[in-house]
């Protein structure tokens, strides 16, 4: 068994309260015990600064309208603007947030400190229109540039029906087609330069390659790629407003499509807030079944990585073997969950049901059979020389690069920085299991598909142990936020009936507060930064996904490389584009 | 032959060869269907083969479209030119001893030329689409072809050498005994390399590259103008197997069967060979494709020129 390591908190907030003790900081606690601190946004960044070397990853950047919250901290005023900072060596997290009013909803922008914080500060621009003083580039980013209105802001209507019914006249129609323009001076890029002329190529947003609904922008010298500007927003579906309309528990269905070739490992990091911010436990049962689940799915992304990331660099076949490998995969979850890429089959407390009976069967014949099938493809797919040759030393950032970026999960192994979440921070049971995590060196496109391959014999390992030690037991924690009342004794007593009631009409009413439970996803660090307000449903819900920041990295690793170099790039990210519009 | 069962038998040869191609539509995707553990076409008729017809219906009623950008001449003569050439090259194809449309003394010469003239094809459809994936497709196509057109007849003087001719029905005729592939092995290899490059199909498939260039040249095309191309394709890879088959196998010969029966065989065996190739092999990037020509294949062939040319000065001395 590996001796996973948990650090408490290392005192990294009392050391940055006793050296900035005249900055007039306030410290709040939350349910997910992470150190919390506000911050006055005059001396916001010299806190950023200070934090840098410590926490060098910018996780998240976000904002919350705190206009209509009864259980609000004390500093919060109109809009809060939330730094979610991590470790890699600490394996710690850190929270700096920052308060502005309505009428004044300006601070300073944190792209001098992280880069990454660009796209994230632009969305919180474009969903709260909180302004990035210094923001080089502070643009919608999701939303379409005509857009009226802040989208997360609690005054912006969250249905159709809120609204006037939508009508396009001519009028309105010339300025929407105006605004699709595209003018390279917009998009930051020149149209010549001293000796040549640039040709503008748009990919996507639908473009076989680019794995959904994803536009880049590209400046190219003959095939040469000058820049590379990403444009996303094609797949936002407003997952974040749903959240705030749904229950706690009807926001489950929401979360499976995220990811969504993760299934259940999107329901795995919302139930794990939820549960941190009501203090439930699960029964050991219930962490066994869902790690095992999490890790099929897994598996199952892995496969859909694998086939297209080779299919990507022009090899045809491995995807068909690979997307059958799934479908066998698809069977067993679909007899356990009635479901097949959506099985929104986790529930806060437990699972939906009881594992059928022959769970045990099937799971067997597939993890027998999978490493046989896996060595064979690895003749194919990754010992061919032309897929090495168009891989290798592609696209390669260094850890501390990957670090810088946001990078997470395999991505981040891939460039030999040896964390895994599941090992080093262990969650929802994780410190029972005997794994490896396998690393790459080089931080390129190779690399990035090694690593996880063999993350999917690491799954299959998992699984595995899963299977000899299922526990018995309850599918379903004894919480009365999770579970209504046994139905015979609604029938005895009133107090009784009357919970039963309530449970299963409005659904639990979680005490208020703020949690975040990070996880390690099928393609990196997933979180729902949940604020409860002691209703029924989240006041703010945060998705923090691990393809956002992997997209706003592109243009950087992409540049003096030629078209097919960035398909291959592209290929090896493992980004779906619902994880990153939401 | 007379010029009538000339004209005739040209005609047949034109038929069979666009009816071979689109047979060869159907057949590709069962085939790779099979290999990649799926069925591929399999409703229509015994074994899916009318999807031929029905692929042939939808193409052929389709709304006959030329983009309004593009320049329309250009657009409309570029897949007229692959379909042309490509039967032009049968012409000079002996299918037996004495089926061939016309003997020329330089038969070899004229299908070199015709499977350049292809390119022109490939470009000026990647130019007139007036297109940026067209164009890219288009460029790259130009200078695939023109790199790998030169090692594709250096590697076949080698078998020029042995036969002592350009005719290619004195070229089978020499190979009574030994079929070429054995001397002139390195010119098979490099033939056959830079027979599918010409073909641009899979993994050399780079003018069209659907995963970078959505359909690189063709992207504008639709209808019967895409269906061209597609047959100037199929056609093109069936010239290619009947000119290896040609060159190296001994072309007819054989024991038993029919002369012909023997060069279906013969062309069917590499058919199969190429779709076999397209399901294995990932595709190069643009310049390693050139680099594997200039690096590689050029210096192979001319080492198989020096080595023939040293073995026949021998063998005379």
Redesign the interface.
């Known amino acids: 068994m590996v001796n996973a390591v948990v650090t408490a908190d290392s005192g990294a907030l009392e050391e940055l309260l006793a050296t900035l003790p005249d900055a007039g900081m306030a410290q709040q606690i939350t349910a997910d015990g992470t150190p919390t601190v506000w911050v006055p946004r005059e001396r916001l960044l010299d806190v950023l600064r200070h934090l840098r070397p410590g926490f060098p990853m910018l996780l998240d950047v976000f904002g919350i309208d705190e206009r209509l919250r009864q259980n609000k901290p004390l500093p919060a005023q109109d809009f809060t603007v939330v730094y979610h900072l991590f470790s890699v060596e600490r394996r710690e997290e850190f929270r700096v947030k920052a308060s502005v009013s309505e009428a004044d909803a300006v601070v300073p922008s944190a792209t001098p400190v992280w880069p990454a914080a660009n796209w994230y500060e632009r969305e919180a621009w474009d969903m709260f229109g909180i302004e990035f003083s210094g923001h080089p580039n502070l643009r919608r980013i999701i939303l379409p540039p005509t857009w009226e209105g802040f989208a997360l802001r609690k005054d912006h209507p969250a249905r159709a029906t809120e609204m006037e019914p939508f009508s396009l006249d001519e009028d309105k129609q010339v300025v929407e087609q105006e605004a699709l323009r595209f003018r390279p001076e917009e998009w930051g890029m020149d149209r010549a330069s001293d000796d040549s002329e640039f040709?503008f190529?748009?990919l996507g947003p639908n473009?076989?390659?680019v794995h959904g609904v994803f536009r880049i922008a590209l400046q190219l010298d003959g095939?040469v790629i000058v820049d590379a500007v990403p444009d996303i927003g094609y797949h936002h579906r407003g997952a974040e407003k749903m959240g705030e309309r749904q229950s706690w528990h009807t926001f489950i269905p929401y979360t499976d499509r995220i990811d969504y070739l993760g299934g259940v490992m999107n329901n795995l990091a919302y139930v794990l807030s939820v549960e941190k911010l009501a203090g439930i436990e699960v029964p050991p049962r219930v962490k066994v079944i869902r790690i095992m689940l999490a890790e099929l799915f897994r598996i199952s992304s892995h496969l859909v990585f694998y086939g297209t990331f080779?299919?990507?660099?022009?090899?045809?076949?491995p995807v068909?073997?690979m997307f059958?490998d799934r479908e066998r995969l698809f069977g067993i979850v679909e007899a356990i969950t009635g479901g097949r890429m959506h099985p929104a089959w986790f529930r806060i407390g437990g699972v939906a049901q009881d594992l059928p009976k022959g769970w045990d069967t099937l799971v067997r014949d597939f993890i027998d059979s999978m490493p046989a099938r896996l060595d064979h493809y690895q003749k194919m797919a990754m010992d061919?020389s032309?897929?090495k040759?168009?891989t290798v030393g592609i696209g390669a950032y260094s850890g501390e690069e990957a670090v810088e970026w946001g990078i997470t999960g395999a991505s981040l192994r891939a460039a030999g920085v040896d964390f895994d979440l599941r090992r080093d921070r262990p969650y929802a049971g994780y410190e029972d299991f005997d794994f490896e995590v396998p690393l790459g060196h080089r931080g390129d496109s190779y690399d990035r598909a090694v690593v996880r391959v063999e993350e999917i014999r690491q799954s299959l390992r998992i699984i595995r142990q899963c299977l000899d030690n299922m526990p018995e037991g309850p599918y379903k924690s004894d919480h009365r936020h999770t579970t209504p009342p046994p139905k015979e004794r609604t029938l005895g007593d009133i107090e009784t009936l009357i919970h039963h009631f309530l449970n299963v009409s409005w659904g639990p009413a979680i005490p208020p507060g703020e949690a975040c439970v990070p996880i390690e996803a099928t393609k990196g660090f997933n979180s729902y930064h949940l604020v409860s307000d002691g209703g029924t449903s989240s006041y703010r819900t945060r998705i923090r996904t691990p393809s956002f920041p992997a997209l706003q990295q592109l243009p950087l690793i992409s540049r003096g490389l030629?078209?097919?170099?960035l398909?291959a790039i592209i290929a090896s990210i493992d980004f779906v584009m619902a994880d990153v519009d939401r | 032959m007379t010029e009538l069962s000339t004209t005739l038998f040209g005609l047949l040869i034109i038929g069979a060869a666009v009816g071979g191609a689109a047979v060869l539509t159907w057949f590709e995707r069962r085939l790779l269907g099979i290999w990649q553990d799926r069925y591929g076409p399999n409703r229509l008729g015994p074994f899916g083969i009318f999807q031929v017809l029905a692929d042939m219906l939808k193409l052929l009623t389709k709304d006959d479209w030329v983009p309004p950008f593009a320049d329309r001449f250009v657009f409309i003569l570029a897949p007229t030119v692959i379909v042309i050439v490509m039967m032009l090259g049968f012409a000079v194809i002996p299918f037996g001893p004495e089926l061939q449309v016309i003997d020329l003394n330089i038969g070899l010469l004229f299908f070199l030329g015709m499977s350049s003239l292809a390119v022109y094809s490939v470009l000026l459809g990647g130019l007139a689409s007036n297109n940026k994936y067209a164009l890219l497709g288009g460029l790259r196509s130009a200078a695939q072809m023109v790199s790998y057109e030169v090692f594709m007849g250096l590697s076949l003087m080698g078998v020029v050498m042995l036969a002592g001719s350009f005719s290619l029905r004195d070229i089978v005729l020499a190979q009574e005994g030994l079929w070429y592939c054995i001397p002139q092995f390195l010119g098979l290899v490099t033939f056959t390399i830079a027979g599918i490059a010409e073909s641009h199909r899979l993994p050399f498939d780079l003018p069209e590259a659907e995963h970078e260039l959505t359909a690189g040249f063709h992207t504008e095309y639709g209808g019967m103008k895409f269906a061209m191309f597609m047959l100037g394709e199929y056609v093109g890879l069936i010239l290619i197997c009947c000119m290896m088959t040609v060159l190296f196998f001994g072309g007819w010969m054989g024991p038993l069967l029919p002369p012909i029966v023997w060069f279906c065989i013969k062309v069917f065996v590499l058919i199969c060979f190429f779709v076999l190739l397209r399901a294995a092999i990932p595709r190069p990037r643009y310049d390693q494709l050139m680099g594997l020509g200039w690096k590689y294949m050029l210096p192979l062939t001319l080492i198989n020129l020096l080595f023939t040319g040293a073995f026949l000065l021998v063998m005379e001395s």
């Open positions: 040709m190529l748009n473009h076989p390659s095939e080779v299919q990507d660099v022009g090899q045809m076949s068909f073997y059958a061919n032309i897929v040759d168009r030629l078209i097919p170099d398909i």
